[in-house]
């Protein structure tokens, strides 16, 4: 019998190695996690920003058929080719448009119930769209 007889050979993993293992693990969770959630939240945000894409287009139609100018004006939900108001329809609660034909829309269900809002300035005949709301901030939009 030699030396080697009483030599003992293990395999697997320390239990230091395995708490390192689970420590990076975690270090990753806390990271992905809100990350994930914030993600989640500007996709189904996004359904409440498309709502409003036929509501420009008919804002600014209506401002062409008006003649162009220096202001919007009558292009409210439900006249010279703007829709009505939209109720609540999936993620979106609401949509609506004012007589300077500033649309307002607001999230509901699965998205942030924050505003999203499109304000016209007219230059040169053409409208230029500012965006403003709760969701610029906690930035959905």
């Given at each position: 019998?030699?030396?080697?007889?009483f030599?003992?050979?293990?395999?697997?993993?320390?239990?230091?190695?395995?708490?390192?293992?689970?420590?990076?693990?975690?270090?990753?969770?806390?990271?992905?996690?809100?990350?994930?959630?914030?993600?989640?939240?500007?996709?189904?945000?996004?359904?409440?920003?498309?709502?409003?894409?036929p509501?420009?287009?008919?804002?600014?139609?209506?401002?062409?058929?008006?003649?162009?100018?220096?202001?919007?004006s009558?292009?409210?939900?439900?006249?010279?080719?703007?829709?009505?108001?939209?109720?609540?329809?999936?993620?979106?609660?609401?949509?609506?448009?004012?007589?300077?034909?500033?649309?307002?829309?607001t999230?509901?269900?699965?998205?942030?119930?924050?505003?999203?809002?499109?304000?016209?300035?007219?230059?040169?005949?053409?409208?230029?769209?500012?965006?403003?709301?709760?969701?610029?901030?906690?930035?959905?939009?």
């Open positions: 019998m030699g030396i080697n007889h030599v003992r050979r293990y395999s697997g993993f320390t239990i230091i190695e395995l708490l390192i293992v689970i420590a990076i693990i975690g270090i990753l969770a806390i990271i992905a996690v809100p990350t994930y959630l914030n993600y989640t939240k500007k996709a189904y945000f996004s359904e409440v920003v498309q709502a409003t894409g509501y420009k287009l008919a804002v600014e139609a209506c401002y062409q058929a008006q003649g162009g100018g220096s202001s919007v009558g292009c409210a939900n439900g006249s010279n080719g703007v829709p009505a108001a939209a109720g609540a329809a999936g993620n979106v609660a609401s949509v609506a448009t004012t007589t300077a034909g500033v649309i307002t829309a999230g509901q269900n699965k998205a942030p119930a924050d505003t999203y809002i499109l304000t016209p300035t007219p230059t040169n005949n053409v409208l230029v769209w500012a965006t403003s709301g709760t969701c610029v901030a906690d930035g959905y939009c």
